[in-house]
């Protein structure tokens, strides 16, 4: 992953904590259910974004690079593993 | 909502604040991409999971209880809130 | 479910399976992958649309009846089923 | 795409667009709305499993040789269409 992604994931990620504990206030004020559930559904498309980042530059960095150079064992687990991330978005 | 969806979704959401900051770290560690995004999805399967115990407390009480004493107006808005959080996550 | 519902369903149905068949020729003409995955993708989106349209008549009608005239166990296994089809959706 | 994926991608496809037809069978029938959606799920499923198998094909067969010898614009041009079929995947 390179430098922009890692910190650009890292202050999403540390943005949607603070999310999730203001989620956490809601409850403890009882909010409404349907508020709530939404700030949770927001969180959810934010950690969509970070993951999307990570992937994008995993491709380009990472997965170019095993597909230049790597054997082809190493080259396959790379694959597997893009297949795998994907296949989980799609569980439903 | 009741007392202990409450208390059990509050607990949950401590949990994935936890498991976020988690991923922060390993992003700080340069850990490997995929398990990176793994970790993501993880949490966006237990946000799920708290979504889906908020909606279901919902349903039993405020709904209920509207859709046995609300006006009809009042009723509508909280079936169309149902449809709405139904239809985010059909959004792909 | 009601009748504009359900023509509607009917409709937007057979436009999905028309779709699919079409999916099939592009397979067949050996089209881009990317494309072929984006129609697919687009026709879960059309099945979502289909599902949301189904649930909301189904709450303003049967369960609806159901919360004000069903007894305890009748009403409890049809909010069972709402919780159910919403948790199919975050899978992911 | 290499052949064993197209073949299998159309035999998945039929299948889905036979359930579909018969998904409006059922509402014809008048069935039960949840039975519906339920089914309805499934072909969404079926479907995801289809692009699951043309982007495992698409990454080891176009993607590899675009990344081994197409120039830049090519191989960004490639990585970005990954990307764009992950992201629509996590819309939610």
């Given at each position: ?76 687990r790379m694959l597997d593993e893009i297949t795998e991330v994907f296949r989980f978005t799609?569980?439903?």
């Amino acid at each position: 992953m390179d430098d922009k992604t890692r910190t650009d994931a890292i202050h999403r990620l540390k943005s949607v904590a603070g999310h999730v504990n203001g989620i956490v206030r809601m409850l403890e004020d009882d909010r409404y259910c349907i508020d709530v559930i939404k700030q949770i559904q927001a969180t959810q498309t934010a950690l969509s974004r970070v993951s999307e980042g990570i992937l994008d530059s995993h491709l380009r960095t990472c997965v170019t690079t095993a597909i230049q150079d790597a054997d082809r064992q190493e080259r396959e687990r790379m694959l597997d593993e893009i297949t795998e991330v994907f296949r989980f978005t799609g569980k439903g």
